[in-house]
């Protein structure tokens, strides 16, 4: 089988996604760009893609490669096309253009949230351009529902295993209590501290001042992905958290796996994720998850949901949750050894045989 696949940008887990793909078929990905200029550092090097690819552009900035794309879908010869980011203008102008023409095409998505405030003309436009779709890759139950609002049939709906982790990430036992002092000594991180580990840019939607808010001297918080801002550095001074909330800026793969090694929970108080791979990743080392229900991940994959999904924005049910995990010794293993099983059965090279075995 012959597959083109249309894209954004060449992010890491993407990749990792296309190269498993490419063992099951003839894969040509087409990226809409090499960078994302808001953050350039969700790249991959170009010795780590083992599939046939171009780029339309250097830089996500959709003004020099609209008609190109037309032209090259239009033109190559392949048994399925698959449009990824189908929301983004390049995407929407083929998209239209694949309709009138009445090819063939699938949509698939990460995770999408109703618009119930959207004009009925937009409305009217996605059920047009679903409607021409031969089927439809949904990452969750949400997704599902979001495609059945807009007129799709659920027969045309077809799940797959959306992760960011690869069966060699996924530790083979919940580490012990002795193997994770090892790894904060390495780190600096004190051996006998009750641990929460936040990971993700820092925006305001990650929640990240929800979960200084909601914290206690009696924790060290680690809140890894981004610069330290302003205002997160004023609210951790005026709650007397400075020796206990961490600020830590990217890191790289290897360097970040040691923080979910060390971490006793992870924490994502999302005030809105589609989905949430940061929540694949920590559940592949065994760790007990906790977000809100915005988060899209923590909706479809996590149990005890009275203790591990708690509502945006509410900072004491937060804390609640927090401090019930970290007192529970019993639980936190029970829920991270269901996590790690979990994580076993969503992998990308499930993800991958999942695409190819869809009709």
């Not at 087409?30 to 893609?49: V, Y």
């Not at 990430?169 to 390495?186: G, M, T």
């Not at 992905?225 to 890191?251: M, P, Q, W």
């Not at 791979?277 to 977000?291: C, D, F």
């Amino acid at each position: 089988m012959k597959i083109l696949f249309f894209t954004n940008i060449p992010s890491p887990y993407r990749v990792d996604f296309f190269n498993a793909l490419n063992k099951f078929c003839d894969l040509f990905v087409l990226f809409e760009a090499k960078i994302d200029l808001e953050c350039p550092k969700n790249t991959t090097d170009e010795e780590r893609m083992n599939f046939d690819h171009h780029y339309l552009s250097e830089s996500k900035s959709y003004r020099d490669f609209l008609l190109f794309g037309l032209w090259f879908v239009l033109t190559a010869k392949y048994d399925r096309l698959i449009l990824h980011t189908w929301y983004s203008r390049t995407q929407l102008c083929l998209i239209s253009l694949l309709r009138i023409l009445n090819k063939k095409y699938w949509i698939e998505t990460d995770g999408n949230t109703i618009d119930t405030n959207e004009n009925s003309l937009k409305k009217r436009f996605k059920q047009w351009i679903f409607g021409g779709a031969e089927g439809f890759y949904s990452s969750c139950k949400n997704s599902d529902v979001y495609f059945v609002y807009y007129g799709v049939d659920r027969t045309r709906i077809h799940r797959y295993s959306f992760t960011s982790v690869c069966d060699a990430d996924i530790l083979p036992q919940v580490l012990s209590q002795s193997k994770k002092n090892e790894i904060r000594e390495k780190l600096g991180i004190q051996i006998d501290a009750k641990v929460v580990l936040a990971v993700g840019r820092f925006i305001p939607v990650k929640g990240f001042d929800i979960l200084i808010k909601a914290s206690t001297p009696e924790w060290h918080v680690y809140i890894v992905g981004g610069e330290i801002t302003a205002e997160y550095c004023k609210l951790r001074k005026d709650l007397n958290l400075e020796d206990n909330v961490h600020f830590v800026s990217y890191c790289q793969k290897d360097e970040l796996s040691n923080y979910y090694k060390a971490a006793d929970i992870f924490v994502l108080p999302t005030r809105g994720d589609s989905w949430g791979l940061v929540i694949n990743e920590a559940m592949s080392y065994g760790l007990p998850v906790i977000t809100t229900d915005h988060c899209g991940s923590g909706l479809e994959m996590l149990d005890c949901q009275d203790i591990t999904i708690v509502s945006s924005e509410n900072i004491v049910a937060l804390n609640r949750s927090i401090s019930h995990l970290l007192e529970d010794n019993n639980l936190r293993s029970k829920i991270g050894l269901r996590n790690l099983e979990y994580a076993r059965e969503h992998t990308i090279e499930r993800m991958a045989k999942e695409h190819i075995n869809t009709q």
